[in-house]
């Protein structure tokens, strides 16, 4: 079987729980997409790790790991992420592969990003890199094997003085990362055809989608489920399942239009509840009530049967919850993604809290009705079954349905 992951909100819906709670049976995962704008934390022997460009299925020994062509890799950062993986003791020789044909972030793509704030973007250079990409004057993985590539492509991108030291710091990461490099679509295709269980997972979330998003406040990538085709190597005809990620609330870091955005003060209580705080550039995450009219968007975008949602225990303390079914203007009963995104007024419906601790409940009988009855609104609203409930930050902390 071939799975997706996708957030089905703005990122940092949670994405590594999904892995956490498929690995035992998953024997391949492979990234898609961006590069170390994205964040997730791991937790290895109880400790929180946060990382931003290796697949979060490294952790399990059994794992095969992919980046995939579709990633703009930032080598600096896979380093100390090699580093951190090894001085945690986790073994990642011959199960680890990258892309020889994933775009590099160049210092000079970080000079570029963003600069004059409008977006509010992670400052890692994954526009420029793209930019670049797209341009057809990138620099691939493939060149720092080679130095006269690099060279080459390096003179066509630059012209300053410190040539020669990105030159010779480049073609020294190459030699430090040659024994990963590989031809990954062939690979992935081989282990898919072999009947291995693999999972594509998407970094950011739909609504960061360059084209689904909400344009100009994206990522350059493609967090949709078809970013995975084309950023892995992948025919659509032999992903069979596509699972969302969606958190029982929503969160947005950077600009852009986010319409259910709560006031201040209840913002303020759940990003400390939630621990809202970019976990690559540490900003605050702007929060919000859970948005069923977007989340409908990304659902049929990706054609969402089930997902798993994670969070649910942040809103515990809560004595009412709401939850945007649609919006007042009657053209855009669904998240309308252009720019009269930044319009909307949402329609909410009010539901009772449960105020009462969950992150110990293990059965889904046993939460109190009133979470119970939320879960239940969510089903109905996105259409969708539920596979797993996330109520605490650990793997323990998972009710399954
Ligand atoms: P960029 O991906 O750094 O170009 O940033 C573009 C937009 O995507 C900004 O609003 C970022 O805050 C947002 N973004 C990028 N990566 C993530 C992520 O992993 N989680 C949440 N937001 C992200």
Not at 6 to 33: H, M, W
Not at 110 to 116: G, H, I, M, S, W
Not at 329 to 349: D, H, Q, T, W
Request: hydrophobic share 35%; aromatic share 8%; charged share 25%.
């Amino acid at each position: 079987m071939v799975k997706v992951i996708v957030g089905t909100q703005f990122g940092d819906e949670g994405k590594g729980r999904a892995i956490e709670l498929l690995a035992p049976d998953v024997s391949v995962v492979a990234r898609y997409q961006g590069g170390a704008n994205a964040g997730h934390t791991i937790y290895v022997n109880g400790e929180a790790t946060v990382f931003r460009l290796v697949p979060s299925g490294i952790i399990y020994p059994h794992i095969l790991c992919v980046m995939g062509n579709g990633m703009a890799i930032d080598i600096a950062e896979l380093i100390n992420e090699f580093e951190l993986l090894k001085s945690k003791g986790i073994k990642f020789e011959h199960r680890f592969f990258i892309s020889q044909l994933a775009n590099v972030v160049m210092p000079y793509h970080k000079v570029r990003d963003d600069t004059a704030g409008s977006i509010g973007t992670t400052h890692k250079g994954i526009g420029p890199c793209y930019e670049d990409k797209y341009a057809r004057k990138g620099i691939r993985i493939i060149d720092l094997i080679y130095p006269e590539l690099l060279k080459l492509k390096l003179t066509q991108n630059l012209q300053s003085t410190n040539f020669d030291s990105i030159y010779e710091q480049y073609k020294d990461f190459g030699e430090y990362i040659a024994p990963y490099v590989a031809d990954t679509s062939l690979l992935l295709n081989q282990w898919i055809d072999d009947g291995k269980e693999v999972l594509l997972e998407g970094a950011q979330g739909l609504l960061l989608d360059i084209d689904h998003g909400t344009y100009p406040y994206v990522t350059s990538s493609h967090p949709h489920s078809g970013g995975a085709c084309c950023g892995l190597g992948v025919a659509p005809t032999k992903i069979d399942e596509v699972i969302g990620i969606t958190k029982a609330y929503i969160t947005r870091v950077g600009n852009g239009p986010l319409p259910t955005q709560l006031p201040i003060e209840l913002e303020e209580k759940i990003r400390a509840k939630g621990k809202e705080y970019g976990a690559t550039t540490g900003r605050p995450r702007r929060c919000g009530w859970l948005d069923a009219a977007l989340g409908k968007r990304a659902i049929m975008l990706n054609n969402i049967k089930k997902i798993i949602l994670t969070k649910l225990d942040v809103l515990d303390d809560l004595s009412e919850i709401k939850i945007c079914t649609t919006y007042k203007s009657e053209n855009s009963k669904l998240f309308p993604i252009c720019e009269l995104a930044s319009g909307v007024e949402p329609s909410y419906e009010t539901l009772p809290g449960w105020k009462t601790p969950t992150t110990h409940i293990k059965n889904y009988n046993d939460l109190p009705r009133a979470a119970k009855n939320y879960i239940e609104r969510i089903k109905e609203l996105l259409n969708v079954e539920i596979m797993a409930i996330c109520v605490g930050p650990t793997r323990e902390n998972t009710i399954l349905v």
